[in-house]
C-alpha cells in the first residue's frame, strides 16, 4: 500500500512560482514511476507530468512543458513539482499519483495510488 500527500498549493498571481511537494509512504515508491494530474472545475482530470523511478526519464504535457519541472527523491520519499511562470489556466486541484510501473506513464490508468490534492489557483 502506497500513501500520498501533498502539499504546497494556493493562491499566487500570474507569472508567479509554487512548489508542490508530495510525500509517499510504502515500500514500492523507489520503484515506482511518479506523476502529476490536473483537474480544474467542469473538466476532465489530465496529466501534467511524470517521473521515472530513478528520475532518468521525464516527460511534460504540452501545455505545461517549459514552466514546470517535475522531480524526486528517492532518499527522502518525496515527489515535487516545480511550477513557474504560472497562468490562469492552470488553476485547478493537482493530484499526485503512484504509477503501477517504473517507466514513463501518462495515462491515469496508469496509477494505483493517488493522494487528496492540493489546490492551486493563479490570479490574473
Known amino acids: 500500500q502506497v500513501r500520498l500527500v501533498e502539499s504546497g498549493g494556493g493562491l499566487v498571481q500570474a507569472g508567479g512560482s509554487l512548489r508542490l511537494s508530495c510525500a509517499a509512504s510504502?515500500?514500492?515508491?523507489?520503484?515506482?514511476?511518479m506523476g502529476w494530474f490536473r483537474q480544474a472545475p467542469g473538466k476532465e482530470r489530465e496529466f501534467v507530468a511524470t517521473v521515472t523511478w530513478n528520475g532518468g526519464g521525464l516527460s511534460y504535457a504540452d501545455s505545461v512543458k517549459g514552466r514546470f519541472t517535475i522531480s524526486r527523491d528517492n532518499a527522502k520519499n518525496t515527489v515535487y513539482l516545480q511550477m513557474n511562470s504560472l497562468k490562469p489556466e492552470d488553476t485547478a486541484v493537482y493530484y499526485c499519483?503512484?504509477?503501477?510501473?517504473?517507466?514513463?506513464?501518462?495515462?491515469?490508468?496508469?496509477?494505483?495510488?493517488w493522494g487528496q490534492g492540493t489546490q492551486v489557483t493563479v490570479s490574473s
Open positions: 510504502g515500500r514500492t515508491f523507489s520503484s515506482s514511476a
Open positions: 499519483a503512484g504509477g503501477t510501473r517504473s517507466w514513463v506513464l501518462v495515462r491515469s490508468s496508469d496509477y494505483a495510488y
